[in-house]
């Protein structure tokens, strides 16, 4: 039987190298351990030289000596980078902006998911690629164009305002549903039928923002539809292998709504890169690979890209720190995925990613960066046998909905351009440094499985949504609702009533004016706390005050409450909560009956996989200073046996098969 084994490797673009470069690649992958190449991402034009002639032969070559070495193909559709030649055939392909102005090739993703002739293009460069390398024994994955919609998300084009309406008339069914959910009365902006429906084009005052929300939810149907498109074009043509592209999850959200994602994916993958201004870039990874995680809780999932070193696209890339490489992989593979790629395997010399990192550096092996690649190929290896595991069920969640961000974003809200996401990071964080090891799902996720849900900022939400968490509550949860929740439905209308909205029954509190503070204003609350950036006034009508405002014109006001609801229950909190937040964390998990699921360290992060007979204890000392841990089994990390304490040097990491009691 095969062993069991984490991929490790990363994107592979030997066209962009003389062929002599290519043996030392394949010599360099073995020594570093490399299991798995994505191969083709950018290949389309060296591969369609001209329309619909074909140049193989490269192609074959590289393959064959990749196979040779043992070393599994993740084979990509080269979707992402139209040939110059389709453009100049084709400029009709080509994303137009909100202006109407038509964008230029020399970029990648230059394309619209609304047009028919991308589609017969697209469909057909995928079906060529199965016809030829679906058998190989060595095409072990494939893999989708690349990131969907980083780039191309929004197109105004007349395809797409075809497709809009389309899109409109199955959603609405009728104008005047469409006319009631977007709420035209104002402005006088009513449509006498979808034809008269278009594109969202700029307008000079500001556009509805129920129609921009309804074009961010049909540009993700239609990515999606692109992929599912070149998906069935494989498999059409003999592909078998597990199908996936690479998804861009953030702690905001991304460019489409991957919960409608889930089930067209043989497995999720996701990129990911950490902001090197943040000095806590280690919480942001870890909510996002939650959050990866949380879309699928059945299977493991896969890092496709993150990066080696420094990136080329933030204001100073600052390289990894020794050792970052290594933690920032493990942290992903701690929850969840069952492999780290990387973008790319060789740093470019040309091109506008030619100081974006890469496995082999410009410098080349003789460098502190390739010794630690090796080094982290030969970790994989040793904890290989992890692979096929899930991350331990946990009675924590953070409900999260990408939709719910855009409408924030869409929409003139009383705070602009305030960060909505950013009360969930921070209670993942918390939740985290308790031991709780808090999931990151959607709102259409499994809600039963948590004894202990947070809703924070989820501004838009369906009927449907708001009742399963209304449910959970019911059945026994302890649901905490946060500020900016609830306020408007699912098609950016303002819900009436009072706020927050969908959630007011459930919480038993009504609140009558929305509070945004200035910068740098603070409220007390009764009990010491503060509140920041945001608050409401709020009257409490079938709940306990828990905590109240005491200062300014809210004095009195209802800051924190709770309501029992059937065997469970339902906290408010109406405002930002700076200093304070500990420990209303620490309260709503004590009445959530939650203990630590993980050893509690300061400074380590602590996650467990299992398996059908064993579990590994994955720990990452993410601080400056020296720790012990409480673990019990190998540390297959050093290979050493722990009794009891597990030393972890600043930096450190460890994956502890536990002994099984």
Request: glycine share 10%; with cysteine; hydrophobic share 45%.
């Amino acid at each position: 039987m095969t062993a069991r084994r984490l991929l490790f490797g990363g994107d592979y673009n030997p066209e962009q190298w003389d062929e002599a470069v290519w043996a030392e690649d394949i010599r360099l992958m073995r020594e570093a351990s490399v299991t798995t190449v994505t191969l083709g991402v950018f290949s389309w034009g060296f591969l369609e030289v001209d329309d619909d002639v074909w140049e193989w032969t490269w192609f074959d070559r590289i393959i064959g000596m990749l196979s040779d070495a043992g070393i599994g193909i993740d084979l990509a559709t080269p979707t992402a980078a139209p040939p110059n030649w389709l453009h100049r055939a084709h400029p009709e392909i080509i994303p137009v902006d909100r202006r109407g102005i038509r964008f230029h090739p020399g970029g990648r993703l230059g394309w619209c998911a609304s047009h028919p002739t991308w589609h017969e293009y697209s469909t057909r460069i995928a079906r060529r690629l199965a016809e030829r390398y679906a058998a190989h024994p060595s095409v072990t994955m494939w893999h989708v164009g690349n990131e969907l919609g980083g780039g191309n998300r929004l197109c105004y084009c007349e395809a797409s305002s075809a497709a809009f309406r389309t899109w409109c008339r199955a959603r609405y069914g009728t104008i005047q549903e469409l006319n009631r959910a977007w709420g035209t009365a104002f402005w006088g902006l009513r449509y006498r039928s979808f034809d008269d429906v278009t594109a969202p084009l700029a307008s000079e005052s500001g556009t509805n923002p129920s129609i921009l929300l309804a074009y961010d939810r049909f540009s993700s149907d239609e990515l999606l539809g692109q992929y599912r498109r070149e998906r069935d074009a494989l498999r059409a043509a003999g592909a078998t292998q597990p199908i996936t592209t690479n998804l861009m999850l953030t702690v905001g959200g991304s460019v489409t709504d991957y919960a409608e994602w889930t089930d067209d994916l043989d497995l999720v993958a996701i990129d990911h890169y950490t902001q090197a201004a943040d000095p806590h870039r280690e919480r942001e990874l870890a909510f996002v690979a939650s959050r990866a995680r949380g879309l699928d809780r059945r299977t493991p999932w896969l890092l496709m890209e993150h990066a080696a070193s420094a990136v080329n696209w933030q204001a100073r890339n600052t390289p990894k720190a020794p050792g970052e490489m290594a933690r920032h992989s493990l942290q992903h593979i701690a929850h969840g995925a069952d492999g780290a790629l990387f973008f790319q395997w060789r740093a470019s010399a040309s091109g506008v990613e030619q100081f974006h990192s890469g496995l082999v550096p410009h410098a080349g092996t003789d460098t502190r960066q390739w010794r630690d690649v090796v080094a982290l190929g030969s970790l994989l290896e040793r904890i290989g046998e992890t692979a096929g595991s899930l991350v331990a069920p946990t009675r924590a969640a953070i409900v999260a909905d990408i939709p719910a961000k855009w409408a924030w974003e869409e929409s003139q809200s009383p705070l602009r351009d305030f960060p909505i996401e950013n009360d969930g990071y921070r209670w993942h964080a918390a939740l985290s440094a308790r031991g709780l090891a808090p999931d990151v799902v959607p709102p259409q996720a499994d809600l039963a499985a948590y004894d202990l849900l947070v809703v924070p900022g989820m501004f838009a939400v369906s009927e449907d949504d708001a009742a399963r968490i209304a449910h959970a509550a019911g059945d026994g949860a302890t649901v905490v609702v946060g500020p900016l929740s609830g306020i408007v439905d699912e098609e950016n209308r303002v819900r009436l009533g009072g706020y927050p909205g969908a959630f007011r029954d459930l919480l038993g509190v009504l609140g009558e004016e929305l509070h945004p503070l200035q910068e740098g204003e603070a409220v007390p609350l009764a009990s010491g706390a503060l509140v920041a950036d945001w608050a409401e006034r709020l009257r409490a009508i079938d709940a306990e005050v828990i905590d109240t405002y005491a200062g300014g014109v809210l004095a009195g006001s209802p800051a924190v409450t709770r309501r029992s609801v059937g065997a469970g229950w339902a906290w408010y909190v109406s405002g930002r909560l700076t200093e304070g937040f500990d420990a209303l964390v620490d309260a709503v998990a004590a009445a959530s009956g939650l203990t630590p699921a993980v050893p509690v360290v300061d400074g380590v992060e602590a996650v467990r996989r299992v398996g059908d007979s064993a579990s590994w204890l994955f720990l990452i000392n993410h601080s400056a200073t020296d720790a012990e841990v409480p673990a019990t089994g190998i540390d297959l990390v050093s290979g050493a046996r722990v009794d009891g304490l597990l030393p972890l040097p600043a930096g450190g990491i460890g994956v502890v098969r536990e002994d099984i009691s």
